[in-house]
């Protein structure tokens, strides 16, 4: 059984429909202490980095077990930065650190070095870039090398993202999105996974992906 | 690169699909779940059901033709129509919705999109602004279009992102259903004075007017809903010409892409 880990950041319904569509066997736990008897663990999420925070030492300690019995873990979207050491989006709130890195915004890599520009709000225009934060819409794929996660993939899929952060591109990064600047779609690294898109939403290619992913849980 | 959206409309009474010309006259198109496994085949990047008739009883009926759809489908699927109260947007989502539309309930209370984006985040919260050319200006109209008010659209769009609205959607009411081209200008000017993606609505009628609105109305995705439903052009077609145009968008399996 695959634990869907739900610390109330946004809605799971679509990642139940697509678990469910594919015949995987999933549960939502109560408490950290049910997922001793997880065979894989799903971190989804969507919106604001600090939900995360919900994620405390008793759930990151129950994580962290299910990893060392091989348990495979896969984040989704915000669960994909939360496998990363941070994010800017929210600074106090730890990651679990499994990759090292720390996520920021799309399109800050290059107002770092231009001047600060104080008068700029969420939602109006950024003139100098004209890239549209949050990033929302159909992305392709392009691969960093041979993954389990995008197995039978060809390069160029495209899949649905809806994100205003993301990951750098690390040494466990399996596949690249470039949105004014390229960015981690996704990571793998032994049995930590994760997917800056939305799988459950990306149509054939999505659930094709989750089910690479479901076959390195163990059964039974 | 980041594809420009193709949007499927499917405007739902009573849980039938139903197509109105400028918002009135309405004739019937079909089931909703049906049309939205045809569109998926045919490679829609996303389905919108706007509930064109809602009423405080509809919500039942609207959680299970949200439903039906979201059974068939694994695209992002918005809906709209009758979005009054968080309790509103919470059945819907709940329901399979992955964002929901506001529109008067919006303009009535602005401090809606604030609510719904913290409690969902912005992704999940599109705001419909419907426009009607007046007096040199783009007047804001609700109420499916009956009542006029006196915000401007660009200025109502700009608020709405930054009361944290993730997307908006932009219908001209001169254009809705005339089959006559989006209204470029307006979806120009809104799409250039916010920086979320805005969804042009309203007056699709050939290929060629998919291709003007991504260029001169500079809009993130558009949507369109007759003429998909009558099969007069399929989304894969539309995509192809589009993608020979040098427009970037999603090709399906059928149509020669990954």
Not at chain 1, 136 to 145: A, K, M, Y
Not at chain 2, 69 to 74: D, G, K, L, R, S
Not at chain 2, 126 to 145: L, P
Not at chain 2, 232 to 256: A, D, M, N
């Amino acid at each position: 059984m695959i634990a869907l880990v739900d610390y109330g950041a946004g809605n799971l319904t679509s990642v139940r429909k697509a678990l469910a569509h594919i015949g995987a066997g999933f549960w939502t736990p109560v408490e950290p202490a049910e997922l001793a008897r997880a065979r894989g663990v799903i971190v989804p999420g969507v919106g604001h980095f600090d939900s995360t925070a919900a994620l405390d030492a008793p759930w990151r300690e129950a994580i962290d077990a299910a990893r060392a019995r091989s348990a495979p873990l896969l984040g989704i979207c915000v669960g994909l930065q939360w496998l990363f050491e941070g994010s800017t989006e929210a600074p106090d709130v730890a990651g679990l650190g499994a990759i090292r890195g720390t996520c920021t915004r799309l399109g800050a890599g290059s107002d770092s070095r231009l001047p600060a520009c104080p008068e700029r709000s969420r939602g109006t225009p950024d003139s100098r870039q004209d890239l549209k934060v949050p990033h929302v819409g159909w992305n392709s794929l392009s691969f960093s090398r041979p993954t389990r996660l995008f197995e039978g993939i060809p390069e160029g899929t495209q899949v649905y993202f809806t994100h205003s952060y993301a990951a750098p591109v690390v040494p466990a990064t399996a596949a690249i999105t470039t949105y004014g600047a390229p960015f981690s779609a996704a990571v793998e690294d032994g049995l930590v996974s994760g997917v800056q898109f939305h799988p459950e939403k990306s149509g054939d290619a999505g659930l094709r992906i989750l089910r690479n992913w479901m076959s390195h849980v163990p059964s039974v | 690169m980041l594809s420009k959206r193709i949007i499927a409309c499917l405007d739902v009474r009573d849980g039938r699909v139903v197509k109105g010309i400028n918002f009135e006259g309405l004739r019937e198109a079909g089931d909703p779940a049906e049309l939205a496994r045809r569109y998926n085949v045919e490679g829609i990047d996303e389905i919108v059901i706007l509930d064109v008739t809602a009423t405080l009883e509809s919500r039942q009926a609207r959680a299970h033709t949200i439903s039906a759809v979201a059974h068939e489908i694994f695209l992002p699927l918005c809906v709209g129509g009758g979005i009054r109260t968080e309790g509103d947007a919470a059945a819907a989502i709940e329901a399979g919705a992955d964002k929901v539309s506001l529109n008067t309930a919006a303009l009535q209370d602005p401090s809606l999109i604030t609510t719904l984006a913290n409690r969902y985040g912005s992704q999940a919260v599109v705001v419909a602004i419907d426009a009607k050319r007046q007096d040199g200006r783009f007047a804001v109209y609700v109420r499916s279009g009956q009542a006029e008010t006196p915000r401007g659209a660009v200025d109502w769009a700009r608020e709405a992102a930054e009361r944290g609205a993730g997307e908006i959607l932009l219908t001209s009411i001169d254009r809705d259903g005339t089959k006559s081209g989006f209204d470029c200008v307006l979806t120009a000017e809104v799409s250039t004075a916010v920086n979320i993606p805005v969804i042009a609505s309203g007056g699709a009628g050939s290929f060629e007017h998919f291709a003007e609105v991504f260029t001169a109305g500079r809009a993130d995705a558009a949507l369109a809903a007759s003429i998909f439903h009558f099969n007069e052009h399929s989304v894969e077609e539309l995509k192809r010409f589009l993608h020979l145009r040098g427009i970037p968008v999603r090709l399906g399996p059928g149509t020669g892409g990954p």
